[in-house]
């Protein structure tokens, strides 16, 4: 049932899907941003996590209904959850339900893999009484109505549908790999194979998938009991569930594109330093891919009541500015310039310096007579006064991070800084 003055799709799917976030990933590519929080807890955009954008992607679709399953150093995510998406109506039957790994099967099992973090669960998926499970990945940024996704499922009486990106075919072997027919059933699935099959009528693409699944509930309890029961299994979906029901079962692909141009819509997989840099920075555009300022999607987080971003001093050499930037509140920028740059919230940067094609994490302060470009500043780093970074690479690579980019990453740690923040 599709609303006449809009194109999305809240109905009785939507209200009968039960979605499923796996947040329990370290993001070890991710190098020490991940040090002390899981990747779905990085913070991104100036004032989200990567966590509100699955999250805001369900509530926006009408599913109201969301478990997250937690287990890497989810101290951050918790509270981050717990903060900001307590919102949703219990008596109406809306919730956002925490699921850690809690060794439920036995006392040594925690999640084995993606399938078994849904398998321990399945006792309180089976509670809630859902038609459809909806199974999400917690770590990439993107923006999706879910509802014709479902649509599409029911619609090709499938057992599981696959959302998937079109991805040029030199890239495609970092990414499961579908091979499809014309009518985009599934008849290969492959996790980074050397040679990836390309899409129907495009030779220079493949069909990526981007860990988003939907099962019929109880067709996704047949198979992974199925999965607990066969030896050597990695207990992993991209791995085993999906390849072992593509022969037996209807698996169908749908490619996630813009519902009015049919092209590719934005996804970015933000697992690398160097990726989570660049996608921070895309938002600086004029018109970016990813549009925050998007009132018909918005996506919602927790954020303290901080006051408004605040520039001082106008001398000819000390003057507080940003230019081609995006500054958060609380930010204080005194005296210095910022250029092409992304400020989360409470950062303040002193006198006499310059900041340059630099992502800066909350609650940082920054020296005065420092330059800084190419990097990336985590949570609750105090920059001292007069340092240089992304000035010298071998400097650099003595004291942080370098990527393979020439992005520097820098954490308290790497400054001989205790932690003094939840991370």
Same mark, same amino acid.
């Given at each position: 049932m599709r609303s006449q003055c809009s194109l999305r799709f809240v109905s009785r799917l939507t209200r009968d899907?039960?979605?499923?976030?796996?947040?329990?990933? @370290?993001?070890?590519?991710l190098q020490q941003l991940t040090q002390w929080r899981a990747k779905p807890a990085v913070p991104f955009g100036g004032k989200f996590r990567i966590i509100d954008f699955p999250l805001s992607n369900c509530v926006n679709s009408g599913i109201r209904q969301i478990g997250v399953i937690t287990q890497y150093k989810a101290h951050s995510l918790l509270m981050h959850i717990q903060r900001g998406w307590g919102h949703l109506r219990g008596e109406f039957g809306e919730f956002v339900e925490l699921l850690p790994a809690q060794q439920r099967v036995d006392e040594t099992s925690w999640y084995a893999g993606t399938a078994d973090s849904i398998y321990q669960n399945m006792d309180i998926i089976r509670s809630h009484g859902p038609k459809y499970v909806l199974i999400l990945a917690g770590d990439h940024i993107y923006k999706m109505d879910y509802g014709p996704m479902i649509a599409q499922h029911v619609e090709n009486q499938a057992d599981i549908t /696959?959302?998937?990106? +079109? /991805? #040029?075919? +030199? +890239?495609?072997r970092a990414f499961g790999v579908m091979g499809v027919d014309e009518d985009t059933r599934?008849?290969? %699935?492959?996790e980074k194979p050397e040679h990836p099959e390309t899409m129907p009528g495009n030779d220079k693409s493949a069909l990526c998938s981007m860990g988003i699944y939907i099962f019929n509930t109880d067709f996704l309890f047949e198979q992974l009991i199925r999965d607990c029961d066969t030896p050597g299994s990695s207990r992993d979906f991209g791995k085993d569930i999906i390849p072992g029901a593509i022969d037996? $079962? @209807?698996? %169908?692909? $749908?490619?996630f594109r813009d519902v009015q141009s049919g092209e590719q819509s934005y996804w970015r997989d933000v697992g690398t330093v160097d990726a989570y840099w660049k996608a921070n920075l895309e938002l600086i555009g004029v018109t970016p891919e990813l549009n925050l300022y998007d009132s018909d999607w918005p996506i919602w987080t927790y954020q303290e009541q901080l006051p408004p971003a605040k520039f001082i001093f106008d001398e000819n050499d000390r003057r507080g500015m940003a230019v081609d930037s995006m500054v958060s509140g609380g930010c204080i920028i005194s005296g210095s310039i910022v250029r092409h740059s992304l400020l989360f919230s409470n950062v303040c940067v002193d006198d006499y310096s310059n900041i340059e094609d630099t992502v800066v994490l909350p609650d940082v302060t920054i020296g005065k007579h420092c330059e800084i470009r190419n990097a990336v500043i985590d949570k609750g780093c105090r920059? #001292? +006064?007069g340092m240089k970074i992304g000035v010298s690479t071998e400097d650099d690579k003595n004291r942080f991070t370098v990527t393979p980019n020439g992005v520097v990453l820098v954490t308290p740690d790497m400054l001989g800084q205790e932690l003094r923040y939840v991370r």
């Open positions: 899907t039960l979605a499923l976030i796996m947040a329990g990933g @370290r993001g070890s590519r /696959v959302g998937c990106i +079109e /991805v #040029p075919i +030199e +890239e495609a599934i008849h290969s %699935f492959l037996k $079962y @209807r698996v %169908f692909a $749908y490619p920059i #001292p +006064e």
